[in-house]
């Protein structure tokens, strides 16, 4: 059984930085995509950044030049990197990642900027 677990997030301040990590266990393949989602409350999940098992990435237009996206393969790890967080990024935050065609999601992580 595949499970994807979050790690990170948490309370910072305004232009503060955070770091999330999500493992996917339980699988003998490597994830072709891996990425963060998040959803704010009210609102509906929307994407955050993907990464390939190639490495191409693929970035939300409101979190470029902030965010960044990485993985190790080899763990099949996916980690995001967040600096100058806003207000407006505070959200819970998923994990997800497809293997052999199989979308998987983690529990959820929350992320909190304070003005």
């Known amino acids: 059984q595949v499970q994807l677990v979050e790690s990170g997030g948490g309370l910072v301040q305004a232009g503060g930085s955070l770091r999330v990590s999500c493992a996917a266990s339980?699988?003998?393949?490597?994830?072709?995509?891996m990425g963060w989602y998040r959803q704010a409350p009210g609102n509906e999940r929307e994407l955050v950044a993907t990464?390939?098992?190639?490495?191409?990435?693929n970035y939300a237009d409101s979190v470029k030049g902030r965010f960044t996206i990485s993985r190790d393969n080899a763990k099949n790890t996916v980690y995001l990197q967040m600096n100058s967080l806003k207000p407006e990024d505070t959200a819970v935050y998923y994990c997800?990642?497809?293997?052999?065609?199989?979308?998987?999601w983690g529990k959820g992580t929350l992320v909190s900027a304070s003005s």
């Open positions: 339980g699988s003998l393949y490597i994830a072709t995509i």
């Open positions: 997800h990642a497809m293997i052999l065609g199989v979308a998987y």
């Open positions: 990464i390939s098992s190639g490495g191409n990435r």
